[in-house]
């Protein structure tokens, strides 16, 4: 098996959602649905869609599920939160749980969601057919809080429409991924008993059963990666999950990738599914691609579990092209007796950069589960070798068992920014007309039919839809309405993308849910005409001839807008998501002279700003600064009319070309001069346009500036009197010598070595600096002289002072015992490794058992002048109080806390001007000990809290990432083997402590960053 299949067998998700319920019970649950999964934490912003296709208003009862609170030391559930929302007919409402929920506004909370259909009076049940169709969204950014400008991915799933006691989720990883498996009891009395038992697979095929209690009308998050409760071979590997409960639940699972605790912040992408109570013998999709948007390649996979515990499956997998390409035929495909199958389609003869939908039918009516998943990116050069590195975003969605003629959706948006896409796959050898019923928040809509050919796969794009829907949200209900007599059955799913048409930020997709066959699509009333836009501000307003400028257009009610200026179509014309103010767009060659902006929405409507840019104003420039300097001296030009950027403005010194424009704008330009003799020159800028202006005598280049490339002897005592030599280049007669600020007596000089004598100064490390005394040009070597003999400093808890441990027995004093330990030896700290590498005095003053707030009250007592460096390596003790019981934002909560004692610390240090080391904390091998109740146990800090006080002292290293007299030493990445598994060979046997071998692996980190920029 080629090497990327199998890392797709490993890791890719194969979720099955409820939507593989029958036909039959599809239509008799779809006034009552669930969502398990939810939340309002963070840069997460949740979304309910709730679609009234009904010719009547109805209601919609909202109750909100959260997690149980502690009251009393007993775990209670909290009340559940009801609102109820009246629904015009042929409409969809639009639910932003983060801001629509009163009592979540402001609240971080996990929460699952009941809607239930009621008749207008808001309190009895819909009656007949009358029922909603639900799905919720979820946005997120890759930084910062989230605002719709900023959502740069985002997973959807269609609801479930009836709890069950079984579900499977036949696919789990954690290698690479943060999983989550999110499960509600939506009874209002019963409490649930549910087991989750995990199945490892390859060389962690190992099983493990959890067991948790869902009170009434609560829910919880299971998240695998660093669970104490599983194997350690479960907690960072691929496995399967069945969930059982003696009373009906919800479960779905959500994956999101690269993990937060590789340091990277918010997750890149993700996607999300539901789980599936029963395997079936047909699986459905209308989704499928394998070619290339703009520059993003796409990959799908396919795959199929098969849970029959005896029978292998033989599946036949027939791929539905565009109407002009018959279908391509797996015929037969063997997967083992609960076993997993995964295709990568892209790999399939003759589907290379085709759209396609799928179906896979049992031949040996063995029955399996299917899901699709879509990943896109930027392809490497090996078409092989794709990895969660490349993935931009992704989206799944589970097959559904059955095709309708008929099909549902609540999700669905036209706005600027987003790219609505409906699939349609029809298996039949009778073509069919789809009629598409799209109805707004308001009731009002519009509708569309396009022709679905036999034995084929169709997109219907954002620009096929009616114009009177662009730019608004809306539900959308589809029908076959044949010509030929009955109508036909077919499969359809949606897909929704965001950011701009050469660049897709994130992406999500659902499968329909069918509607029943005697149930009413309402006909909504057409929408009034969207107002025309207007343009307020454009910015620049000047440009080359040559055309490229970025202009900024500011207004009104711009709808996928089209812009001419000059009369000239222009180009790149981008509106932020969701944004109708905005617009950004680059103009095309045009002669001189001003011209009119004209702004057109794509429903034909126009704004037009007359004479508002003009091509080729003539520049001006009004000064230079500095006025003076070398060849290669940056230089910033001030003027008007400038055109920054590659492509802009030109400027030339005395008739040499400068390079290196950095930034700019039409008032300013930073500039780097060419090379020139010394003298007076004129400073000339030319536009691309061709037009210029000059600055007579704006700019002497003056004699070359001295430097400094070494100071000997670079250290001597605090009364001064050291003879020293100065080397460097262009030192002139009369040049002044100032060391630590003191000047020093020279006794002789010449163009590239002067001999000076010290002043007396306090003990430290001080700059050295030589002026010229004719122009005052002057050189500064950093740091280049010692006074007096100055010493590191090692500061932290007992992995500074060094203990080795060489047997441990640890039993936790909860359980009535105090903890022993044979006495420890001291072979080889790090400080003793570190003073030999550098070499240099390295004080150790370590306090064994010391936490962080400990730390931060006694750093400011240990510093003095005596100390250039200050190592900090502290936080192991802090991290034993992050519980595996405590909530995730209680776990993040105390590693930030420590995180603040550190970076603390290092500005106490850098307070008293010393350079300073933060060091990582080193990895940790559990010691495993079962306690009475059956669960693990670990003495010291667990590795999952180490990884969490790492991501967040990483945030410290991005803070003073800037600073010269800052470095992070990654002692935890130094520590971990080629594998990236826990040391054990460099640690002592109580797991926490390391060996002297660790200690010298320490040493050698933290020697590596000290003289990798100090």
């Known amino acids: 098996m080629p090497a990327i299949r199998f890392f797709r067998l490993v890791v890719l998700v194969i979720a099955l959602c409820a939507v593989g319920l029958s036909a039959a019970a599809q239509s008799s649950s779809l006034k009552t649905w669930y969502l398990a999964e939810g939340t309002t934490y963070g840069p997460f912003d949740e979304f309910v869609l709730i679609a009234n296709p009904n010719e009547t ?78 799905e919720r969204s979820m946005y997120w950014p890759r930084s910062g809080n989230g605002s719709v400008a900023t959502w740069q991915a985002g997973h959807n799933s269609m609801g479930l429409t009836a709890p069950a006691t079984k579900w499977y989720l036949a696919e789990g990883a954690t290698s690479i991924f943060d999983e989550y498996i999110l499960l509600a009891n939506p009874s209002k009395t019963d409490t649930a008993q549910v087991s989750l038992t995990f199945q490892g697979q390859g060389a962690n095929r190992v099983t493990k059963t959890l067991i948790r209690t869902l009170l009434p009308e609560t829910r919880e998050n299971v998240v695998p990666r660093g669970l104490l409760e599983l194997p350690e071979a479960l907690r960072y ?141 930027m392809q490497p050069a090996d078409p092989l070798q794709w990895s969660a590195s490349n993935w931009v975003e992704g989206h799944d969605s589970p097959g559904v068992p059955v095709e309708s003629t008929k099909w549902g959706f609540a999700e669905g948006t036209a706005e600027n920014g987003f790219y609505t896409y409906f699939l349609l796959r029809n298996s039949t050898d009778v073509d069919t007309n789809v009629k598409f019923t799209f109805m707004l928040e308001d009731g009002k809509g519009a509708t569309g039919t396009y022709l679905l050919k036999a034995n084929s796969r169709y997109t219907v794009a954002l620009d096929q839809f009616p114009s009177a829907i662009w730019g608004k949200r809306f539900a959308a209900f589809l029908e076959s309405v044949s010509v030929s007599g009955n109508p036909v059955s077919f499969v359809a799913e949606r897909a929704v993308y965001w950011g701009t048409d050469a660049n897709w930020l994130g992406g999500h997709a659902s499968a329909g849910i069918p509607w029943p066959d005697t149930a009413v699509i309402g006909t909504p009333g057409p929408p009034a005409s969207a107002p025309a836009p207007t343009v307020s501000s454009i910015t620049p307003v000047r440009g080359p001839i040559t055309g490229g400028t970025s202009v900024t257009i500011r207004g009104t009610g711009f709808v996928w807008p089209t812009v001419t200026i000059g009369g000239v179509a222009a180009t790149s014309v981008v509106t932020p998501i969701g944004d109708t103010t905005t617009i950004t767009a680059v103009t095309e060659a045009h002669p001189v002279g001003p011209v009119d902006v004209v702004v057109r929405n794509s429903d034909g409507q126009t704004a037009t700003a ?58 300013l330009i930073l500039i780097q001069t060419g090379s020139n003799a010394t003298g007076t020159y004129d400073v000339v800028v030319t536009n691309p346009d061709g037009l210029q202006a000059t600055l007579v005598n704006g700019f002497t280049y003056l004699e070359p500036a001295p430097s400094i490339t070494s100071v000997t002897p670079n250290q001597g005592p605090t009364e001064g009197r050291t003879s020293i030599t100065i ?68 500061f932290g808890d007992s992995l500074t002072v060094g203990p080795v441990f060489d047997e441990v027995a640890w039993i936790l004093t909860q359980w009535g015992y105090q903890p022993h330990f044979s006495p420890p030896t001291y072979p080889s700290p790090y400080p003793a490794t570190l003073a030999a590498l550098l070499p240099a005095i390295v004080d150790n003053l370590g306090v064994a058992g010391e936490a962080t707030p400990s730390g931060l009250s006694r750093l400011p007592t240990v510093i003095d002048i005596t100390y250039d460096v200050v190592i900090i390596l502290e936080g192991t003790n802090d991290a034993t109080g992050i519980f595996r ?117 320490i040493a050698n980190a933290i020697h590596a960053a000290i003289v990798s920029k100090f």
């Open 237 to 377: 590997a691929s496995f399967s999950v069945e969930i059982d409960s003696d009373r009906p639940i919800l479960a779905e699972r959500s994956m999101y990738w690269p993990t937060v605790a590789a340091g990277l912040g918010i997750w890149r992408g993700g996607h999300e599914s539901a789980a599936i109570p029963a395997a079936e013998l047909d699986w459905n999709f209308a989704e499928g691609f394998t070619g290339k948007h703009a520059s993003q390649q796409f990959e799908t996979y396919l795959l199929i579990d098969n849970p029959d515990p005896a029978q292998p499956a033989h599946v036949e997998i027939t791929y539905y092209l565009d109407p002009t390409l018959a279908p391509i035929v797996e015929p037969d495909v063997t997967i083992d007796p609960q076993a997993r199958f995964t295709r990568w389609v892209n790999s399939v003869p003759g589907l290379a950069g085709k759209s396609f939908g799928i179906r896979v039918h049992s031949l040996n009516n063995v029955r399996v589960v299917a899901e699709r998943a879509v990943y896109w990116g």
């Open 57 to 134: 208003p109805v209601a919609a009862r909202v109750t909100l599920l959260r997690p149980p609170i502690t009251v009393g030391g007993v775990l209670t559930p909290q009340q559940a939160i009801v609102h109820t929302y009246q629904l015009l007919a042929t409409s969809r409402k639009t639910l932003w749980i983060t801001q629509d929920i009163p009592e979540l506004v402001g609240v971080g909370t996990n929460v699952s969601v009941v809607v239930e259909c009621l008749e207008q009076d808001g309190t009895t049940a819909c009656t007949g057919d009358k029922g909603l169709v639900v």
């Open 610 to 667: 007359s004479q508002a840019f003009t091509y080729g104003t003539p520049p001006t420039i009004t000064s230079v600064s500095p006025t003076s300097g070398q060849p290669g001296s940056l230089v910033t030009v001030y003027g008007t009319n400038l055109v920054p950027g590659p492509g802009g403005t030109t400027v030339r010194v005395g008739g040499a070309q400068a390079t290196s424009i950095n930034y700019g704008s039409d008032t």
């Open 727 to 794: 080397t460097g280049t262009n030192f002139r007669t009369g040049a002044i010598v100032r060391v630590g600020g003191v000047s020093a007596a020279v006794s002789w000089f010449g163009a590239t070595q002067i001999v000076a004598t010290t002043g007396a100064h306090a003990a430290g490390t001080v700059d050295v600096v030589v002026t010229n005394t004719d122009d005052l040009q002057s050189a500064t070597r950093t740091g280049a002289f010692i006074y007096g003999t100055l010493a590191k400093l090692a």
């Open 885 to 1001: 019981t405590d909530t995730e934002a209680e776990q993040r909560a105390k590693a930030a806390a420590i995180a603040s004692n550190l970076s603390a610390m290092v500005g106490q240090a850098r307070g008293q001007g010393k350079k300073v080391v933060l060091a990582t904390l080193p990895p940790t091998v559990p010691i495993q000990v079962a306690d009475p109740d059956g669960y693990t146990r670990y003495r010291g800090a667990e590795l999952s809290a180490i990884l969490l006080v790492n991501a967040a002292i990483s945030q410290i290293f991005d803070a003073y990432r800037d600073d010269p007299y800052f470095v992070g030493a990654d002692v935890y990445r130094a520590m971990m083997d080629a594998s990236g598994n826990n040391p054990a060979s460099l640690l002592s046997v109580d797991g926490l402590h390391p060996k002297a071998e660790g200690y010298d692996v």
